[in-house]
């Protein structure tokens, strides 16, 4: 049990430490997202109000005479409200609402391809390295290549043989903008059509990095004395593959795709940019283009919640799997 509460207590205290860098960091930053609301209203035609500027400022907050630790506390007090600001990039749209809008995208492509790309990794890394020296270790050069290619030119390739090419899959989009979005056959379908590239490029440049973590840790286990003891007692081949030396070489792997699932709320900002993909990775692009502060804070906050969450959940899982990480802590 004193496991399971140190490891909680670290991360609140880093989840604290999250909350306090991410209330500095953009006060640190230069620009004021009020001057650039201003610029918009001025190539719309409008006229520089001192009194529509003050109403700006008002509305954002940036125009206080309140001392630091009294905004400091103001904000966590906001943070526990879901209050994450107004969007200067969607004004007058709240950040929750921009990141409310684009989260579930990303975390049904980018989740699903993440987790595809573990699952199928793990299993021919395990099956590799349990036939070390066969034809299969010839998998291995290939998918570290694939696993080199950069992301966008990658995408680029598949979009240039599939959608351009084959016609078999749509350039754009998340889904077909003639349909109505709701829970329906046709829309769904539509969905997953305009996913899959995506998803595939996600998956095509992970699964390599998996494969080989996951084969080298095969070939070490293999000559531990456990493994050495169930084929001696003359179990099946499969079972001590499975049961002996998979189920502890996955262990690494296992807080690696801890650190890969935090960061599914990040999305992959090159693929959804080169697909027009509407997930969180174009919103942080376009918050940083625009100079959008409070949506960048809102998307980093969101980023480094997801990734403490998922570290803790498998902290925690962890221990259930390996007895031994709560003995030795």
């Known amino acids: 049990m004193r496991y399971y509460a140190r490891k909680l207590g670290f991360y609140l205290i880093a989840l604290w430490a999250a909350l306090t860098l991410n209330f ?13 609301l ?9 006229s520089p109000d001192p009194a529509v500027r003050r109403a700006y400022e008002l509305l954002l907050g940036t125009d206080t005479d309140e001392p630091l630790i009294v905004q400091y506390l103001a904000y966590l007090g906001a943070m526990t409200r879901g209050d994450l ?14 990141i409310g809008q684009a989260l579930p995208w990303t975390i049904v492509l980018v989740g699903i391809a993440t987790f595809l790309s573990f699952l199928l990794g793990v299993a021919l890394g395990a099956i590799v390295g349990w036939r070390r020296g066969s034809w299969l270790d010839s998998l291995i050069p290939a998918t570290t290549i694939l696993a080199a290619v950069p992301y966008f030119w990658l995408a680029l390739l598949l979009v240039a043989l599939f959608s351009t090419v084959l016609g078999w899959f749509p350039l754009l989009g998340g889904y077909d903008v003639a349909l109505m979005p709701g829970w329906n056959a046709e829309f769904v379908g539509s969905i997953l059509h305009h996913g899959f590239l995506p998803a595939a490029t996600i998956v095509i440049s992970s699964v390599g990095g998996w494969l080989l973590g996951m084969r080298n840790m095969m070939v070490s286990t293999m000559s531990e004395d456990y493994v050495l003891t169930a084929r001696a007692k003359g179990l099946r081949e499969s079972r001590v593959m499975t049961r002996y030396a998979a189920r502890n070489a996955v262990l690494p792997s296992i807080a690696g795709f801890a650190i890969s699932l935090g ?10 940019q080169v697909f ?5 990775g174009s919103k942080l692009l376009q918050a940083v283009q625009n100079n ?5 804070q809102g998307i980093f906050l969101v980023i480094t919640v997801a990734v403490l ?10 221990g259930v799997i390996d007895p031994r990480t709560r003995v030795e802590n």
């Open 292 to 296: 959008d502060y409070a949506l960048m």
């Open 24 to 36: 500095f960091i953009p006060r640190l930053m230069p620009g004021n997202p009020v001057d650039i």
């Open 85 to 98: 600001g107004i969007s200067v990039s969607v004004f007058p749209t709240p950040v929750s609402e921009v």
């Open 263 to 272: 960061f599914v709320v990040a999305g992959s900002i090159v693929t959804e």
């Open 38 to 46: 201003m610029a918009k209203l001025q190539q719309r035609g409008g």
């Open 276 to 280: 027009s993909y509407p997930g969180i």
């Open 309 to 318: 969450g998922a570290n803790l959940i498998v902290d925690l899982l962890y």
